[in-house]
């Protein structure tokens, strides 16, 4: 998920000052809808690098909003680490955003907290909070290889359809 | 609706069940559905209760310098009285006061022997006389009136809420007279939706678009209208509890997230004082064929508030955003709010001891 040369010096940036992310915009429409591209992002990570979803299309990908005070957040982590066990050997792409950090410690306390075996990203940014439209957390995309929301579920989601959202992204062609 | 989602097909404690969590003592957010059942909230006019209300740190992060606990302590006015309040926990505590609304909260600072303070629990009981509240008169001064009249970042007008309140308020210009258009036609719009278990920030944005919610939603928008229309309004910020038949104890554990909590809202009107209103009750009763009218100028007290405003920073001050509201015990490592299960939990338990009917 490592970001291409257009955008080496924002990467620089961050790593020297790690202020709150300023997230890239690619403008692909206004708020997330199923059959529709994301819209795009790129944010910081705990190390300050940043992760662009434009380098992710292509991949069948799973994005993840929570924030700290969020019980069933922590619900659907452990259906995450399922997933990221079970199609370890593919090329799904997970991704959590914590929509109240802007701080690479912030993040990196989350992630040990929940021992998150992948990225998370700090997502206090109002333009991915409307484009995603967050009101309430968790919400849970699945992107298809197309390129395309396949699955927006917002609140929470059964275990059952967690499952087969993922299957559907992994093993389409 | 405009996105996908499975929520309305499936049920909560399904969802908790699937998620291995079990469902003893789980109460969803929102006064209890006691319309369904035929129980008239207004016959209530008062009810007593006891409540633990109990933060517990499990863990803290591996680095962590500092910790602080703010916990909400409820005050007595006229819509309660609480009695008997007592404190418990291995740190030394102070009570505190928000700076805006005068909110009274714990506050615990942990800064020595970091490495060996956790688990510890802190708990604050309390007995809670709660009674059947109307409209009650009082004076507000023109600098008063303006923290009543301010929004946040999240419950904020737009053209489409502009639009919406032009029709529904229409050239009414008495505050009760808007108040009570504008309750209606929210509660109109909106449709409860009890499946939402998740954390909302009140963004009235999403709210109009989606047109569903709970009670922070309904309130959110309520409020982003009200002020438009210049009329001060207070956030209520509380808990939900069950309406029980007079001589039947009940007892029962809220959850303890963002997700168990209630809220309503009070708006001044010169010739009435401030007038209670919870719309999304209101919405509730009327839709289980009981007079919702009644939550339009009058509260039940089958509830307890802890605090008053959004957009809360506390005292001392958090290091972190301020909370959206301030039903829940809030923790903070360094600065950084600690993560609800992983790091702490909060355990809020009820016992109701008395009731009385008019």
Not at chain 2, 72 to 98: M, R, V
Not at chain 2, 258 to 264: E, I, L, P, S
């Amino acid at each position: 998920m490592r970001i291409g040369l257009a955008a080496t010096l924002f990467v620089t940036t961050q790593l020297v000052a790690l202020a709150p992310p300023v997230a890239a915009w690619a403008g692909a429409q206004d708020v997330a809808k199923v059959g529709h591209p994301p819209p795009l992002f790129a944010l910081p990570d705990e190390h300050g690098e940043v992760h662009a979803l434009a380098d992710l299309l292509g991949r069948p990908t799973i994005l993840y909003f929570t924030h700290n005070q969020c019980h069933y957040c922590s619900q659907v982590i452990a259906f995450l680490k399922r997933a990221h066990t079970r199609y370890e050997s593919t090329d799904l792409a997970i991704v959590t955003l914590n929509v109240w950090a802007d701080d690479a410690t912030f993040i990196r306390r989350y992630k040990e907290a929940f021992d998150l075996p992948f990225d998370m990203l700090a997502g206090k940014d109002l333009g991915l909070l409307r484009s995603y439209e967050v009101n309430y957390v968790p919400i849970i995309v699945f992107i298809g290889r197309d390129g395309l929301i396949r699955h927006l579920y917002h609140h929470y989601v059964l275990q059952e359809d967690f499952e087969q959202s993922t299957a559907e992204i992994v093993e389409a062609p | 609706m405009p996105w996908t989602s499975h929520a309305t097909a499936c049920d909560r404690r399904e969802f908790i069940r699937v998620a291995g969590l079990g469902t003893a003592g789980l109460v969803g957010g929102g006064l209890r559905p006691s319309h369904a059942a035929g129980i008239d909230p207004s016959a209530y006019a008062t009810m007593e209760f006891d409540v633990s209300y109990r933060t517990r740190i499990h863990t803290l992060p591996s680095n962590a310098r500092d910790l602080h606990i703010w916990m909400p302590l409820p005050s007595s006015d006229h819509a309660q009285t609480i009695s008997n309040l007592n404190i418990e926990g291995p740190q030394p505590h102070e009570i505190t006061t928000e700076r805006v609304f005068g909110s009274r909260m714990l506050h615990i600072a942990v800064t020595r022997g970091l490495a060996d303070a956790a688990p510890f629990d802190v708990e604050a009981r309390y007995h809670v006389t709660r009674r059947r509240v109307g409209a009650r008169r009082d004076t507000l001064s023109a600098d008063d009136a303006r923290k009543f009249l301010t929004l946040t970042p999240t419950v904020r007008m737009t053209a489409e809420i502009e639009q919406f309140a032009e029709r529904i308020v229409g050239r009414a210009s008495d505050p009760y007279e808007i108040g009570r258009r504008v309750s209606e036609g929210i509660q109109d719009l909106l449709f409860y939706d009890k499946t939402i278990p998740g954390c909302g920030t009140g963004d009235t944005a999403w709210i109009m678009k989606h047109r569903r919610g709970k009670c922070d939603d309904y309130h959110s928008l309520y409020m982003a209208i009200m002020v438009s229309r210049g009329v001060p309004i207070r956030w209520h910020q509380g808990f939900p509890l069950p309406l029980p038949e007079p001589g039947v104890s009940v007892a029962g554990q809220l959850e303890g997230d963002c997700t168990g909590a209630h809220c309503w809202v009070s708006f001044y009107a010169a010739d009435r004082g401030w007038v209670p209103v919870d719309v999304s009750e209101a919405d509730k009763a009327n839709d289980a064929g009981t007079a919702g009218s009644f939550f339009f100028g009058n509260l039940s007290p089958n509830r307890f508030q802890v605090s008053v405003g959004r957009a809360v920073r506390l005292t001392p001050e958090q290091g972190g955003d301020p909370l959206t509201s301030f039903a829940y015990a809030y923790a903070e490592s360094d600065g950084i709010p600690l993560v609800y299960t992983a790091n702490y939990e909060n355990i809020i338990q009820y016992a109701i001891t008395n009731v009385e009917m008019s």
